[in-house]
């Protein structure tokens, strides 16, 4: 809501790029970063907030190194599981 009421107020912008990061919305983040650099574009935080969205963004798009995302791996996902 702040980016709508004062959108040239590029503290607002970090504060969204944060929400978003927290809520692992990536694209989101990165683009609220970008924004509030087109503002102010010597701010350290967003630089940093920034460069931080998109090394999630580049490692949670990777595969994972596990066989499956689930704790119990693929266990109930063979057939003939149950006797």
Known sequence: ???ELKPDWSKGYSHL????LGLHQ?????FAY?????IDPNN???KSGLADAQSVATTSSK??????ASAF???FSR???WF
Do not use: C, F, Q, R
């Not at 970008?34 to 087109?38: A, C, P, T």
């Not at 595969?63 to 499956?68: E, H, T």
């Open 1 to 3: 809501k702040t980016v």
């Open 17 to 20: 790029g944060a929400t978003h």
């Open 26 to 30: 990536y694209s989101d983040a990165i």
């Open 34 to 38: 970008k924004k509030g650099l087109e």
């Open 44 to 46: 350290e935080a967003l």
């Open 63 to 68: 595969p994972k190194s596990s066989p499956s």
């Open 73 to 75: 791996g693929n266990a």
């Open 79 to 81: 057939p003939k599981m």
